[in-house]
């Protein structure tokens, strides 16, 4: 399968029951696909978290909503142009796939490893329908696009702002946690990423990490939270899908109480998820995986009967990845050092280990990590 940088401009981009039992969709239209103002269809299948969960799935969703010229509070295509279904628990993931390609859309949209042997198989037997896959470059057939992101890069960055963080707070001896999903290489990119960016700023630093081993309980993740927070850690970055709603919700009850914990967001700007006050959060930034954008790339690709079997990687110089600075506790200074360290990723200066293996090879990166490599 051939592998393509994709280069991207960004300006203006960024219940019923259904006949198969444990799915749900997440309003009601359509039995079929019909006919679309942009004359193509779409439906995107997720995990139980589904579109609601703030993170990944949600900015899939921004995507799509953003291609048909609809937004989160005006839908009106739904269940015409593009639906979504929700899969509550993974054995119903080939079922949904086979639903959606009985349907006739003109691509079928799936988010996260954990879907990638279920449509692998369905694929396989319908060669002539479109498939895109977020997150996964390892898909190699011809009728599916991959879309991975350079997650290691990003999380530098945000690692690199805490770690800034911690210093102008004076914190002695700083200790920072992970918090993961579902294990995996491209989870294991978030965390050595974000270590990575720490030790830049803090070689001396302290790390934790911790797998949920799934994307939809959060109150798993906060209890590991609240256990860290109370032991010292003074932030928490969490790739965890829904799961990571834990973390944040626990710096927020911390923060309230006037103790200076920090969480760290994850795919979308969670700065709001964080909200204690008017001006204040506890989300200090979020790494921002742009997903958009490459629902834009898939659905054009199919409207001009472009579409093939690709890998595209949305890295730091494609603008895929980057950090948000909503929070004004990302203060200029500070904002400044990690615009420098983009500009030393995206010219070749800084390269980011994305394994634990290539990882552990840096002085001062922690040997003992839970991280996985595929």
């Known amino acids: 399968m051939k592998k393509v940088l994709f280069c991207v401009v960004m300006a203006g981009i960024i219940t019923a029951a259904l006949v198969v039992t ?5 309003k009601s239209g359509a039995v079929s696909a019909a006919p679309s103002e942009a004359g193509i269809t779409v439906r995107l299948l997720t995990d139980a978290t589904g579109i609601d969960d703030k993170s990944f799935n949600a900015a899939t969703w921004r995507g799509i909503l953003e291609f048909y010229g609809d937004t989160w509070q005006n839908t009106r295509q739904r269940g015409t142009a593009y639906d979504v279904v929700t899969a509550e628990t993974q054995d119903m993931f080939i079922p949904i796939i086979r639903q959606a390609t009985d349907e006739q859309y003109d691509l079928i949209v799936t988010t996260g490893f954990t879907f990638a042997d279920a449509l692998t198989e369905v ?24 879309v991975v992101f350079a997650e290691h890069e990003g999380s530098y960055l945000v690692g690199v702002a805490t770690a800034l963080k911690a210093r102008a707070d004076g914190i002695e001896q700083p200790k920072f946690g992970f918090i993961g999903g579902v294990p995996g290489a491209t989870i294991t990119k978030f965390e050595v990423g974000f270590i990575q960016g720490v030790l830049a700023v803090l070689p001396d ?4 990490d911790y797998y949920v081993n799934s994307w939809g309980e959060p109150g798993l993740a906060k209890t590991q939270a609240k256990a860290w927070y109370d032991s010292g850690v003074y932030a928490i970055y969490s790739a965890a899908g829904g799961s990571g709603n834990g973390t944040i919700a626990q710096a927020k009850e911390y923060r309230i109480q006037g103790k200076n914990f920090w969480a760290i ?8 998820e964080g909200r204690y006050t008017d001006t204040e959060s506890a989300v200090l930034t979020s790494m ?3 997903v958009e954008p490459s629902l834009t790339y898939g659905l054009n690709a199919v409207k001009n009967k472009t579409f093939k079997g690709e890998v595209v990687t949305l890295d730091m110089k494609a603008a895929g990845v980057g950090y948000s600075t909503t929070n004004a506790a990302m203060t200029q200074d500070i904002i400044a050092q990690i615009e420098q360290a983009k500009q030393q990723i995206v010219s070749g200066q800084i390269t980011v280990a994305a394994t634990n293996a290539a990882a552990r090879q840096i002085p001062g990166f922690p040997q003992d990590l839970k991280a996985v490599d595929d």
């Open 265 to 272: 967001g994850v795919d979308s700007d969670q700065y709001e």
């Open 22 to 26: 444990g799915c749900t969709k997440q």
């Open 288 to 290: 921002l995986k742009l």
């Open 205 to 208: 630093a302290q790390f934790l």
């Open 123 to 146: 694929a396989k037997d319908n060669p002539n329908q479109n498939y895109m896959i977020v997150d996964v470059d390892w898909v190699d057939l011809p009728n599916v696009l991959n």
